[in-house]
Every structure is written in C-alpha cells, then in structure tokens.
C-alpha cells in the first residue's frame, strides 16, 4: 500500500511529508499522488505500476535541494508492450523517437515508441542479447546502433540497423567473443556512443574477458584504446556506460572500480576521475543533460539515480552530488538515455521490467555544445 499511497516527489524545499515511509530515510521528503498528477488519484493500472516506483530525494545538504524533474505518468501509452527484462533505451531527437531494447524468449527485442509513448513497431532481426543501444540519425538517415552479448550466432557484437530493423553493419565477430584487434573482437560490449561526426567510443567489458575503451573512426579503423584490467589511471573494471561532455571530454563508468573515468576525446589522454560519490556500488550509466550543467548517474543495485554537478572546462575536480533520486528496492535502472532536445531521462529498469521518462521541470533546454 505504500507504494501507491505515497509518491516522493524530487525536492520539498522544506514541506512536511504528506505520506511519510520508514524506509525513506532522515532527510527524505514525500507528498501524495495527488501532488503529481492536478489533485487525482490514480486512473488505471498503468498509473499505480508507475507509482510503485518510489522516488524521493535524499539532499545532501539544504542549500542543495533542487526540484529538478517530475514522472510522466503517461508514458509510454501503453506499457503492455514491455514483455521483457528492459536493459537499455535510446532517443532520436531529430525525429522524436524512442528505442527500447528487451531481453526474453519469443518476444521483440526492439521497440520503438513516439516521444509522446505512442508504440510504432517492434522488431527482432539478428538480436541475440541486447546490452545497450544508441540512436544516432543524421538528416539523411535514422540509425540505431546496439551492442549484443548474447551468447548465440549473433553476440558479442556491435551492431548498426535501420530504424526499421535491417542490418547495416557488423563489428566484431558473430558468436565468438575475443581479446584481437584486426579484426576486432569483443567480450559483451557494453555500450557505445556516437559522436555527430560518426566516431564511435565503445566499453567492451561486461564480460570480463576485455576491459577497455576503444575510439573508432567513421570508418571503423581504431584511433586510440586504453585496454587493461587493473585500478589504476586508464584502467578498468567493467567499464559499463560512456559518454561526452561538449569540452571534449569521455566520461567511463567504471563500474568494478567504483569511480567515472575521463580522457580526452582527442588523444585518449587520460584526465582524471571520480571516485567519491561511488563508495556504496560503482555507476551503472552515465549521461549529460542537454544544457552540461549536470551528469545523471544510475547506480543499479542500489535502485538510486544521482544528478551530479558538471566540472568547468579545463577541471576534473570532485564529484559533487546536487540531489540523489531513490527507486524502490529491486527496480534496478540498468542504462539510460536523455533526450538531447528536450532533456527529458528514460531510465531501463530490468527489475521492474519497464522504461520511465523523467521530464525537466524548466521549460526551456538549450541545446547540446551550446
């Protein structure tokens, strides 16, 4: 019952919680449904599985307390269409698209929904196990590009499609995973992100064989790599998320490591990192709000998303944590997405098996590099 009852809310500026629950902790801050949604109850089914996600922030002092996001209910329109364990989802801001990638038997591995939840189509071509994914369309072609670390004649691959499910590209070698270059191989790629000018930056090490970041040109020849287990500077523990900032930097999710690793997107010029916001659980997902001022962070065992403060160019400095967004137990958001135009976050939670969208409370998001 508490989990429909009661609903935290991201900030309170101080307000009494409406629906107070022990397990939130000293600090937390709470308000009914109602607050959410115009007065109302919930209206359906769909309603109460999204408020049975329990969201509060926990601030780290008062003066940092910041309402920063509200839950769309709405979305997706319907989420019957989530038959799976949801591991990664992607955002085409140029046409308004969202992807969703599942893992189960005999069901569509890809799903792609209108930015307003609609459900467009779903397809299953040549996926095995889908791990992460990333839209990457231009004004001439809409892309998707996926990492697979199944264990089938199509894993341990990364993979580029249409936004219709044909196979456009193929790296790595289909169904045998492995440490060489030329040609290159892969051991459970994790994930990938692609840069407007179609370089490639891929963390091949959710399976242990290979812990490395590797930049690919457009071309798909290697640029730099840094490649070796270990906890030092440029090395790595399952390194399980990447990303840039428009400083031209990567930022890595260490993961084993329990820290965010940064190079230079130029060189691979190792920059610093952040190990002090990480002491529980290493981060699962990283990503940068339109404007740069923050870095969502999802931790997955942890059931916790953080929004972290985005160092000045020319500084790594520490990690300061603005606000930390608690799901509920089990929830697990495994990789997320945000959305480039409207800095809204779809988070994949492969506990409870769905994809939420968190939208900015400001208005107005400037767009990405300004």
Known sequence: LRHIYGRPYFGGHGKSAAQPAPRAGKGAHWVSPKHLTGGRGPRNAHEIRNWSSLIFIRPVSWR????????DVDWPKHPEYFTG???CAAVDS??????VAQRGDNIPKILVFT?????????????????GIFAASTQYEQS????DVGSGVYGHTVKKYSSFGDLVQVLGTPGKKGTGLNPLQFDNPAELYVEDTGDIYIVDGDGGLNNRLIKLSQNFMILWLHGENGTGPAKFNIPHSVTLDSAGRVWVADRGNKRIQVFDKDTGE???AWNNCFTEEGPSAVRFTPDGKYLIVAQLNLSRLSVVAAPPVGSIGECSVISTIQLADQVLPHLLEVDRKTGAV???EIGAKQVQKYVPLNSYVPPFGS
């Open 144 to 147: 998707v590009w996926i990492t």
């Open 270 to 272: 190792w920059l610093g």
């Open 94 to 99: 140029l046409n308004g698209l969202v992807y």
């Open 115 to 131: 930015e307003d939840g609609y459900f467009l189509r779903a397809w299953n071509y040549t996926v095995d196990s889908p791990h």
């Open 64 to 71: 940092a307390e910041e309402i920063l996001y509200r839950l």
């Open 85 to 87: 364990a949801t591991f």
């Open 346 to 348: 779809y988070v994949a």
